[in-house]
């Protein structure tokens, strides 16, 4: 996983929470160190124990954890790739172009890189169909991140999302109307 996504939870939980929350969580995570580079790229499951640890810690559950850290990421997504944005793109056209535009590039920033596989077909002139495929299994990550754009483009009163799937699969179908 880049490392930015660590220090993008990092940040989302000392926001959330506070810092020593933070120190607890890597430490119980069994993790030797909090100090991520944006530069590099670890193991999944250094996310997977820390998604895990919070979870224990807040009695929520790993998928609502992750559904609530993909709203948060989206603001920091759009400013990383704004350059990559159209600016008349909502939140289904940022749906059909996510694959062939940001996660190309993050592929070819570093081969380390292995966003999911984002397959979207738009099947009505309002509702897309998205496919996640991830080994990871974080497809509630993915319903967040929809629900967060639908936020950054003001559309979250219009956007209705309907996992097809369980979120925690290897392939995931959501779909995305606006109403």
């Given at each position: 996983m880049h490392g930015t996504i660590f220090l993008l939870l990092k940040r989302y939980v000392q926001l959330q929470y506070d810092h020593s929350t933070w120190m607890q969580l890597v430490t119980n995570a069994g993790l030797s160190t909090d100090n991520f580079s944006h530069?590099?790229?670890?193991?999944?499951?250094?996310?997977?124990?820390?998604?895990?640890?919070?979870?224990?810690?807040?009695?929520?559950?790993?998928?609502?954890?992750?559904?609530k850290f993909?709203?948060?990421?989206?603001?920091?997504?759009?400013?990383?790739?704004?350059?990559?944005?159209d600016p008349d793109w909502r939140t289904l056209e940022m749906l059909e172009h996510t694959e062939a535009v940001m996660h190309t590039r993050v592929r070819q920033e570093h081969t380390g890189?292995?966003?999911?596989?984002?397959?979207?077909?738009?099947?009505?002139?309002?509702?897309v169909l998205l496919t996640y495929v991830s080994p990871r299994r974080m497809g509630a990550l993915a319903v967040g991140i929809v629900r967060g754009l639908a936020t950054y483009f003001d559309e979250e009163d219009r956007i209705v999302l309907e996992?097809?799937?369980?979120?925690?699969?290897?392939?995931?179908?959501?779909?995305?109307?606006?109403l």
């Open positions: 530069r590099e790229v670890y193991p999944d499951a250094h996310l997977f124990a820390l998604v895990g640890q919070a979870a224990a810690m807040t009695g929520l559950s790993p998928e609502k954890l992750q559904e993909g709203e948060y990421l989206v603001p920091d997504l759009m400013y990383m790739y704004h350059k990559l944005v890189n292995k966003p999911p596989v984002l397959d979207v077909v738009r099947v009505a002139p309002n509702e996992p097809l799937t369980s979120e925690n699969g290897e392939r995931v179908q959501i779909r995305v109307r606006r």
